[in-house]
């Protein structure tokens, strides 16, 4: 089967990410005056070979450290190309020391490449905990995880208490949960099937919902329109990622404050595509070392971020940033430089010294 293309889920809500595509074209304020500097924090690499690791990442909000979901749709442990997808934990921040493997659920047929696309869900069956969507295209049985499956569940019952959807062979490349609705897609394609929030709880509560077909617009957005994160500064609003794993000289990555965007706002969002640009070149190349090219997707989680590289050797690998520290010194990272010049602003003494 043709290995499908990584799906980047839209950066949303739409009129946040309106507002931010408009800031970026602002003259106040240039790229690296919003950079948030990253450094490399760890590297998690896939334990098999030929997986493709890191074609899909996600990550869910719990209490209790950081969960990262791992897609890796060319894994061989179930089959050849069943996939597989791991739930990798840390006790404190996503990326801070060795991660703890706390599940991994496998295809059960080959080419299924189960992991292909994974996406998080709201609570859906009321017990409080966030549900998991992984795609398996090759079969098209999506998996339906609930929340106290994949968190609490011991490792040899997560099959068991997976849901199947059936959609058509070749559907479940992409997922996006839109808010109100699951839409589940072919590579390559704009057309998509849904499922509503009514569907997927008749799926988690076992019965066999049917996905209604649609249409959405392009999902694939271009790297430099950037995907949002999570708030990585404490100022309630999230961060926006910049990446672009095919950049000449090696996959380049810029985090931006969310912030500073945000206050450049006004102008016409036609150049948008040259911020982000700018944003990128501003920021340098990640530090990839081996790993080919590292940003095929991504995750955020507060303080962390995770960049799958599923061409890398060995099965593929998630590299993972963290906010850099000062330049010879420990302890916490200084504020990101959009803070400094808001704080500067408010005392009057605009952009300058």
Known sequence: MRTPRPFVRPPAPLALIVALLVALLAPGAAADDCLIPVEQR???RW???????????????????????????????????AGAAALLWW?????????????????DAEG??????????PDLDGDGLPEVAIGAPGSGALRLLPGAAWLRAAPAELEAAARKVWLPQGWGAWLWWDGAQLWAGPDGAA????????????????????????RVRALRPAPDQGTLVSDWDGDGVAEVFFVDPDAEGGARGALVSGRCLARAAGASPAGGAARGRAALEAAGALPAGALG????????????????APDAAAGGAVLLLGAAEPAGQGGAAPPPPGRRVARRRARGGGDGG
Request: aromatic fraction near 4%.
């Open 191 to 214: 057309g998509a099937l849904a499922l509503s929030r009514g569907a997927l709880q008749q799926a988690l509560a076992g019965g066999a919902p049917m996905a209604r077909p649609g």
């Open 47 to 81: 334990p098999r070979a030929a997986a493709d690791a890191g074609l899909a990442l996600a990550t869910l909000p719990t209490a209790g450290g950081a969960h990262l979901w791992v897609g890796a749709p060319g894994d061989w442990a179930g089959g050849a190309e």
């Open 112 to 121: 299924e490449w189960l992991g292909a696309a994974i996406e998080p869900l």
């Open 91 to 107: 006790p404190t921040r996503l990326g801070d020391g060795a991660p703890q493997p706390r599940a991994e659920l496998r295809g």
């Open 293 to 308: 090219a590292p940003g095929r997707a991504v995750a955020g989680a507060p303080g962390g971020l995770a960049l799958g």
């Open 42 to 44: 760890g590297l998690y």
